[in-house]
Nanobody
Framework: QVQLVESGGGSVQPGGSLTLSCVVS????????MGWYRQAPGKQRELVAAIMSAGRTNYTDSVKGRFTISRDNGKNTVYLQMNSLKPEDTAVYYCNRLAGIGCVEDFRLCTNFGSWGQGTQVTVSS
């Protein structure tokens, strides 16, 4: 059974930074493209960053230049470094495995495997 365990969230002021981690078990981590999603209150869950097994990355426009996704295949872990945080980044953040040809280039082509972790709350406010 696949397990996804997110951590690293918290409360920060605008302009602050956080690094999220997601440990994946129960699957062969290295074969998967991984993504970070977020869901703000009253909004749909959205994919904000993706990384292929070999390291190719992409981001949704609202986080480009501020967020960095990375992975450590030896630790079955994917990270999301978030800098210059804004109040609109407030959300519960989740990681998941991604599927879909061309998914990293165009997030509209991404699907996910459906099993979610508990997420980690990020709150940005002054």
């Amino acid at each position: 059974q696949v397990q996804l365990v997110e951590s690293g969230g918290g409360s920060v002021q605008p302009g602050g930074s956080l690094t999220l981690s997601c440990v994946v078990s129960g699957t062969v981590f290295t074969i998967h493209t991984m993504g970070w999603y977020r869901q703000a209150p009253g909004k749909q869950r959205e994919l904000v960053a993706a990384i292929m097994s070999a390291g190719r990355t992409n981001y949704t426009d609202s986080v480009k230049g501020r967020f960095t996704i990375s992975r450590d295949n030896g630790k079955n872990t994917v990270y999301l470094q978030m800098n210059s945080l804004k109040p609109e980044d407030t959300a519960v953040y989740y990681c998941n495995r991604l599927a879909g040809i061309g998914c990293v280039e165009d997030f509209r082509l991404c699907t996910n495997f459906g099993s979610w972790g508990q997420g980690t709350q990020v709150t940005v406010s002054s």
